[in-house]
């Protein structure tokens, strides 16, 4: 088969998988090359990459909502010696496996709601939940379900932010009659969209950056670098305190011990 005839006959095996939502390069043929976005996920990670461990030798990750597995492939390629990606759309995990197996990259997926993340029992040593949150009905639930089950170390977040960029400061407490500060434009606030946004059915919640960064916190993660407009490279910190602060336990599932849950 001359060159040509490859690339013709690789291009109808991409497309025959639907649409990508991933643009992945697979021996030349773009996966979804007139992206809305341009080349995406590659925009992000060209400002991220910096950010991780060039050398992932020995460790494992996860990659929550892995799509079609662009975050996957390039963990794998960072030497990690296990990369699960989990989806809850069978059209991405079969992209995912795709391109995976074309690049020659060893990747587990699986169909796994970010929901039943405890259902993995096992702690990852880098954790990526990339364009997630705000498809997600509970968002802070998913939050803490990843801090509880599955993160022990890096936790790499990134989700569509809308509303100014400045943090305004927030007191610590503030007084019932006390209304302003929730006018400010820096105030914490996550958008609820009831119907569609960009057509999309799936988005229901939009944050600013400063409600971001106090989600990302009252879970438990400590903000260690921001490489991007709407990426976060985060550690597990200290739990946050107070009664409802998390969510509880399932039944028969018990927290983990208090020394597998980092400082």
Known sequence: MSE???????????????????????????TAPNHFLGDYPRVKWRRLAGALPADLTGKSVLDIGCNGGFYS?????RGAARVLGI???ERYLAQARFAAARTGQDIEFRALSVYDVGALAERFDVVLFMGVLYHLRHPLLALDLIRDYVAADVFVFQSMQRGVPEVAPVAEDYDFWDMDHFAAPG?????????RYAGDATNWWVPNRA???????????RI??????????????????GAGAVHPAPPGRPLPPAEEQGP
């Not at 690339?7 to 043929?29: C, E, M, P, T």
């Not at 492939?73 to 390629?77: P, S, T, V």
């Not at 490489?227 to 985060?234: S, T």
Request: hydrophobic share 35%.
């Open 4 to 30: 040509p005839e490859a690339r013709a006959a690789l291009r109808r095996q991409i497309d025959a998988l639907g649409d990508w939502f991933h643009n992945i390069d697979l021996d030349g043929v773009a």
């Open 73 to 77: 492939i390039e963990m794998k390629r």
């Open 87 to 89: 989806d809850s759309d």
């Open 187 to 195: 105030y914490p606030r996550l958008h609820f969209v009831e119907h």
């Open 211 to 221: 409600c971001t960064e106090a989600m990302l916190r009252a879970s438990g993660f």
């Open 224 to 241: 260690e670098d921001h490489p991007e407009e709407e990426v976060y490279v985060c550690r597990c910190g200290p739990r946050p305190e």
